[in-house]
Nanobody, 113 residues
């Protein structure tokens, strides 16, 4: 059974930074592409960034140049470094593998002054 545990969210001022972590268990982590998603109230969940097994990355246009996804296969962990945060980045953030499995509890990011 796949387990996804996200952490690192919080309240941050516009322009600030946060690093999210997602620890994955129940799968051979290095075998899977991984992604970070977010869901704001009243909106659909959307893909923010993804990282392949070989470390190749891709980003949604709205976070390019501000967010960086990375992974540590030895720690079964995927990270999302977020900088230059904007109020519109406020959402619950989730990680998942490709193809998607069940979702974790997510971690809330709130960008507000």
């Amino acid at each position: 059974q796949v387990r996804l545990v996200e952490s690192g969210g919080g309240l941050v001022q516009p322009g600030g930074s946060l690093r999210l972590s997602c620890v994955v268990s129940g799968i051979i982590f290095s075998y899977y592409d991984m992604g970070w998603y977010r869901q704001a109230p009243g909106k659909q969940r959307e893909l923010v960034a993804n990282i392949g097994r070989s470390g190749n990355t891709d980003y949604a246009e709205f976070v390019k140049g501000r967010f960086t996804i990375s992974r540590d296969n030895a720690k079964n962990t995927v990270y999302l470094q977020m900088s230059s945060l904007k109020p519109e980045d406020t959402a619950a953030y989730y990680c998942n593998k490709f193809p998607n499995t069940g979702w974790g509890q997510g971690t809330q990011v709130t960008v507000s002054s």
